[in-house]
T-cell receptor, first 117, second 113 residues
Framework: AQKITQTQPGMFVQEKEAVTLDCTYD???????LFWYKQPSSGEMIFLIY??????QNATEGRYSLNFQKARKSANLVISASQLGDSAMYFC??????????????FGKGITLSVRP | EAQVTQNPRYLITVTGKKLTVTCSQN?????MSWYRQDPGLGLRQIYY???????DKGDVPEGYKVSRKEKRNFPLILESPSPNQTSLYFC????????????FGPGTRLTVL
């Protein structure tokens, strides 16, 4: 069965510094997608970045990058030059061909990030 | 603007009073889903739909109903709400396939007294 693990307790980072949010996953499928979402205190789910299992390069999107280590089954999110507006809950999620049939994303339990001025 | 909309955004109701949360997307996506989010549990899929008139259960379907009469709309129905259905609900849509991003609505905060 698919599983996403996010075990870091609440994370703190100083404004303008970089921070890494950890995510490990488990799947028996070779074809899968990994997604990161941001949930601010207002509650909406904001898509940040995506990595496909066959992508050879790590995904990047502005200040967000994904450190994808396939052999270790990890997909860590790196936020560079943190801003106060980055304070939020961050979710790692996965979909493989087993859950692709019902389109379900399997989510981790999330990590709370607080950016200090 | 490509988006998923949900209404209402906030709802307080009482046990047993039927309610419907509407969801609409303007991206012509085949797939639509409902999730609920509870503290410490992440997001769990309630129901999903692969296309018009095709729906199926997700991980936590008990106490919910859905319908998909038009491609853009996917309402969530609670026939007899109970306090354990107090939660944050998200509607989402996406194109078919493993690699496609799922677009989420703004969420509906439901409280059942």
């Amino acid at each position: 069965a698919q599983k996403i693990t996010q075990t870091q307790p609440g994370m703190f980072v100083q404004e303008k510094e970089a921070v890494t949010l950890d995510c490990t996953y488990d799947t028996s499928d070779q074809s899968y997608g990994l997604f990161w979402y941001k949930q601010p205190s207002s509650g909406e789910m904001i898509f940040l970045i995506y990595q496909g299992s066959y992508d050879e390069q790590n995904a990047t999107e502005g200040r967000y990058s994904l450190n994808f280590q396939k052999a270790r089954k990890s997909a860590n999110l790196v936020i560079s030059a943190s801003q106060l507006g980055d304070s939020a809950m961050y979710f790692c999620a996965m979909r493989d061909r087993n859950t692709g049939a019902n389109s379900k994303l399997t989510f981790g339990k999330g990590i709370t990030l607080s950016v200090r001025p | 603007e490509a988006q998923v909309t949900q209404n209402p955004r906030y709802l307080i109701t009482v046990t047993g009073k039927k309610l419907t949360v509407t969801c609409s997307q303007n991206m012509n996506h085949e797939y639509m889903s409902w999730y609920r989010q509870d503290p410490g549990l992440g997001l769990r899929q309630i129901y999903y739909s692969m296309n018009v008139e095709v729906t199926d259960k997700g991980d936590v379907p008990e106490g919910y109903k859905v319908s998909r009469k038009e491609k853009r709309n996917f309402p969530l129905i609670l026939e007899s709400p109970s306090p354990n259905q107090t939660s944050l609900y998200f509607c989402a849509s996406n194109l078919a396939g493993v690699y496609n991003e799922q677009f989420f609505g703004p969420g509906t905060r439901l409280t059942v007294l």
